[in-house]
């Protein structure tokens, strides 16, 4: 017998094998993600009741336990809100909503008060101010940290706390959302299944409010730095629910991921380049500063694209520490000395193997400023949205901040309507098609993510991915993977369609920015479908069938 859940009509319900998850409550409010944007609107709507669904157990699965900087937020004497997003603009290329920027900048202060609140220590400075740390192209110091490098488990061990003691969050861990159920253009539910038996029948859930908080997608990529969860699930399931979905485009990868053999890629912070640690290839030789007056400091994009092109020369890149920090290193950089020995590198004696790694999103579900997107009964938050203040690259430590802020808008937003009671029963939206996730597929949707949509990209090779997705989404017989291949498709769509150079979108084909082209995108599944018929024809025209004689 499987889980067991307990019906508004007071039945018992053996969920195993069916289908209606039913809560005791008539405006039932759905939250999909257990990571900081979820748990947080969970917290922020209280005493409302609401269902948090995660597809990996609280704590698990989430890119948040993994974020080593912590949040920005202008906190500091002399510093200020304007200085914030005057930065946040600077970083996204002409891309970032200015009015969007300055709203996150402002509200920062309130959200550390509010996680302070729910118990996150953050670290203090001897007068008992917070202590704040500097990164990379923020004009101040405003990073808002918790023992160096553990703001994110501090944050999530905080959070899951207070949520597992508020007694109208009801959690469901292990449960994967595959489909968003509509009517009359709303949403009316969510279909979902088991994490741990895919072949398992489908459980539906109704709710007239649902909360996509699921994170990124960087999984869809062969090197990444976030969990398998972050596979681009929500965001496929709401564009397939014809949501409009902004600057899918717009990638960041980070320059150092440690290459191991392990999957997702351990990362070797940007604070050992700033402790003087130096990119080289296989010869010794240092590649950046050929490439940039600030060579190893320059942007994080440049340097992602140094070390790419390197590798793709085929002549390896390493970050060498051995001299700026030798036996310094395991005291100073514990986590990452920690991998490297792991995989029998001892990084203070030998250079680290590195790779750029898809690392976060800076497109998603496009949303307004209260977290609602363009269907009615959906909101947003988190990594999986887009509300424009990221532009087209993020400035560091502004991710945990915008799923903060957003996650408390969203709630304000939701406390303040009227939820419909939601149906007895919905009807599935898609046939229960779970065939085994094959491997090879999945394997190489991967590998073209990264080496056709990735950090170099040009036309002809993103047209080729463009097809290949569009085909996987067509014909793939596991619900999961075709999830996977819907987001893919739009990310390789707009950026094909993108034919200009900006912030973390470069094409080498059209390496310079275009003024023309300083606009978001705004797409849906529909147009990132016509660009592949598009393409398709293209190819079938140049290579026409052979004819029989
Ligand atoms: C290694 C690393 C370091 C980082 N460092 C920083 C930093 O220092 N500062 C900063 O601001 N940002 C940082 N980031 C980015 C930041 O961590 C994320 O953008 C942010 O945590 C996203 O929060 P979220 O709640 O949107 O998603 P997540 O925390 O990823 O949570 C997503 C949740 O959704 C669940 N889920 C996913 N799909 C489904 C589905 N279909 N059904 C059910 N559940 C699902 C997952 O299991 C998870 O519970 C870092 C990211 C990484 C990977």
């Known amino acids: 017998m499987g889980p067991r859940v307990r019906g508004d009509d007071e039945k018992e319900a053996d969920v195993s094998n069916q289908v209606e998850l039913t809560s005791n409550n008539t405006d039932n409010v759905v939250i999909v993600g257990g990571g900081l944007a979820g748990l947080f609107c969970a917290l922020k709507l209280a005493p409302r009741p609401v269902t948090v669904i995660s597809a990996a157990p609280l704590g698990q699965g989430a890119s948040t336990a993994w974020a080593q900087g912590g949040i920005a937020a202008a906190v500091a004497e002399g510093d200020s809100a304007e200085a914030h997003a005057a930065d946040t603009i600077a970083v996204g290329a002409g891309l970032v909503d200015e009015v969007v920027a300055l709203g996150l900048a402002r509200e920062a202060g309130a959200c550390i008060r509010d996680l302070l609140h729910y118990g996150v220590p953050f670290d203090r400075d001897l007068e008992g101010r917070l202590a704040v740390s500097r990164e990379a192209a923020h004009s101040a110091r405003r990073i808002v940290h918790v023992r160096g490098d553990m703001a994110g488990k501090a944050i999530m061990s905080a959070l899951i706390e207070a949520v597992r003691e508020t007694p109208s969050i009801r959690v469901i861990e292990g449960y994967v959302a595959d489909a968003l159920l509509t009517g009359d253009g709303a949403v009316t539910g969510l279909q979902l299944r088991r994490a741990d038996d895919p072949a398992a029948a489908p459980a539906i859930i109704a709710s007239r409010a649902v909360v996509m908080a699921t994170g990124g997608i960087g999984h869809l990529y062969a090197v990444t ?136 999103h800076m497109g998603g579900i496009a949303v307004d400023s209260h977290g609602r997107t363009s269907l009615k009964g959906l909101w947003a938050g988190g990594e999986v949205s887009s509300t424009g203040a990221h532009g087209a690259n993020r400035l560091a430590s502004n991710s945990l901040l915008e799923a903060v802020v957003y996650a408390a808008r969203i709630a304000e937003d939701i406390g303040g309507s009227t939820i419909a009671s939601p149906s007895r029963s919905p009807a599935m939206s898609i046939d229960p098609r779970n065939a085994a996730m094959p491997a090879l597929t999945e394997t190489s949707l991967r590998a073209m993510m990264t080496s056709h949509v990735g950090v170099i990209r040009d036309g002809e090779r993103l047209a080729e991915a463009v097809r290949s997705f569009a085909a996987i989404e067509r014909e793939a017989g596991n619900i999961a993977l075709r999830n996977m291949a819907t987001t893919a498709l739009l990310v390789a769509a707009s950026a094909w369609t993108r034919r200009e150079s900006r912030g973390a979108h470069y094409r080498s084909d059209h390496p310079t920015e275009k003024p023309a082209l300083a606009h978001r995108t705004m797409t849906t599944l529909v147009a990132a479908r016509e660009v592949a018929a598009s393409l398709s024809e293209r190819a079938s025209a140049r290579s026409p069938q052979p004819m029989i004689a």
């Open 225 to 360: 730095t976030n969990p398998a969860e972050a596979s681009g699930l929500g965001l496929a399931i709401a564009a397939r629910a014809g949501a409009v979905i902004a600057d899918p485009e717009f990638m960041q990868f980070h320059p150092t991921a440690i290459m191991v053999g392990r999957d997702p890629a351990p990362l070797a912070t940007e604070a050992l380049r700033g402790e003087g640690a130096t990119l080289i290839n296989d010869k010794g030789e240092r590649f950046m500063p050929a490439r940039h007056p600030l060579a190893e400091l320059a942007p994080r994009d440049i340097v992602a694209r140094g070390v790419f092109a390197e590798i793709a020369a085929g002549n390896g890149a390493y970050l060498d520490a051995t001299d700026a920090l030798g036996a310094n290193f395991a005291e100073k950089f514990p986590t990452v000395y920690a991998s490297c020995m792991a995989a029998g590198i001892d990084p203070a004696k030998q250079p680290i193997p590195v790779a750029p790694a898809a690392h976060y």
